[in-house]
């Protein structure tokens, strides 16, 4: 590879194959940067913000931006660091977390992310969203309260799996996972517990109803391990 395909995250030299994104080229080079709605199986959403780096004085996403040469990333600065930590801030607030009662806890994203940053609290008001839960499906459980509305369920579903059984309705604070079947839960849907959007939710809104809470404290992802040093290790495969 030429000296000319790298990039300079914090000042370090990450090479990237032409067309690749930042976020690719990092990842490859086990530079973590923080992201809930990216997975490498489906396309780019560019929702969560939480891969912002900053590029020539502008804020962007890094799983948007593609490489170019000599491109400097700023990816630890304390202005990026606080922009994800708000962020972080605002999915808590805008949810219903309770992460000792949660069986993703241990294994959950955004929690390890919370962790990661030192957050204890969310300087947000919390917004108590009252949303359906959704314990039709035999093997799956769907709790909106949990939903980040990431959307990699709804493109792994239409795009790895071939069933299109979820889309994002509503706008806003308003907006919720919707599921596409004839009375619109998941029991009566295509969704089936080897699918990918049954394995992709980065937190604990879409989830397996057998071998709950199997893994003990200490067992699970994130109990010995930051985020930081593993990434998004359960989903990404
Ligand atoms: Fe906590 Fe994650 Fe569960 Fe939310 S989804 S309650 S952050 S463990
Ligand atoms: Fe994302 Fe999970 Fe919500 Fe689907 S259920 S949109 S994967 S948070
Ligand atoms: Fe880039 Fe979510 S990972 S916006």
Request: charged letters at 20%; proline letters at 5%; glycine letters at 6%.
């Amino acid at each position: 590879m030429s000296n000319s395909n790298t990039i300079l995250i914090d000042g370090q030299e990450v090479p990237f194959e032409p067309g690749e994104t930042v976020l690719a080229a990092a990842k490859k080079a086990d530079v973590y940067i923080p992201h809930l709605c990216f997975h490498p199986e489906v396309t780019v959403h560019g929702s969560c913000k939480l891969c912002t780096v900053k590029i020539n004085g502008r804020c962007v996403s890094s799983c948007l931006t593609k490489a170019s040469s000599g491109m400097a990333v700023e990816n630890s600065s304390e202005e990026i660091l606080d922009l994800r930590k708000q962020l972080i801030e605002l999915l808590f607030a805008e949810g219903n977390h309770y992460c000792p009662t949660c069986e993703l806890s241990g294994n959950c994203q955004l929690q390890a992310l919370a962790y990661e940053f030192g957050i204890t609290h969310t300087r947000f008001p919390l917004q108590y969203p009252i949303r359906e839960m959704d314990a039709t499906h035999p093997d799956i459980i769907l709790d909106r309260d949990r939903c980040i509305n990431c959307s990699l369920c709804r493109r792994a579903s239409a795009q790895v799996d071939k069933k299109d059984v979820f889309s994002l309705a509503g706008r806003g604070p308003e907006t919720y996972l919707q599921v596409h079947s004839s009375d619109g839960t998941l029991g009566q849907s295509k969704l089936t517990v080897d699918d990918l959007a049954a394995n992709i939710c980065p937190v604990g809104a879409l989830f397996h109803k057998k071998n709950n809470y199997s893994q003990r404290p200490g067992q699970r992802i994130y109990d010995n391990q930051s985020i930081g040093e593993v990434g998004n290790q359960r989903l990404e495969r």
